[in-house]
């Protein structure tokens, strides 16, 4: 199982931003879909995930600027980034963790999308 992220891209600060994250194909169980993004010379961070029951979490630096959702039946996931800051400037990756069949757990990531955020 692959993911593929897209929707990076370059957007002036203040500036609005859709990445989205699917799987290659259909996983047995899903139980917890995120973003993290590692900025240049900085550690990979946890950005937002979302769990069972549409639980999410955020980072306390994109909290009410950034909406992850999930579209359950297509594996398919996404980051909706507003007010964009140039400190959000990152490569942004989706992980998804799960099971790929009733005895098989999966902890996947995407190769990542670059966002550039300009001043």
């Known amino acids: 199982v692959q993911l593929q992220a897209s929707g990076g891209g370059l957007v002036r600060a203040g500036g609005s931003l859709k990445v989205s994250c699917a799987t290659s194909?259909?996983?047995?169980?899903?139980?917890?879909m995120a973003w993290y993004r590692q900025a240049p010379g900085k550690q990979r961070e946890l950005v937002a995930g979302?769990?069972?029951?549409?639980?999410?979490n955020y980072a306390d630096s994109v909290k009410g600027r950034f909406s992850i959702s999930r579209n359950s039946a297509k594996n398919r996931v996404y980051l909706q980034m507003n007010s964009l800051k140039p400190e959000d400037t990152a490569v942004y990756y989706c992980?998804?963790?799960?099971?790929?069949?009733?005895?098989?757990?999966?902890?996947?990531w995407g190769k990542g999308t670059l966002v550039t955020v300009s001043s």
């Open positions: 992980n998804v963790q799960g099971y790929s069949d009733p005895w098989t757990e999966l902890d996947i």
């Open positions: 194909e259909t996983i047995f169980s899903v139980k917890y």
């Open positions: 979302i769990g069972d029951g549409s639980r999410t």
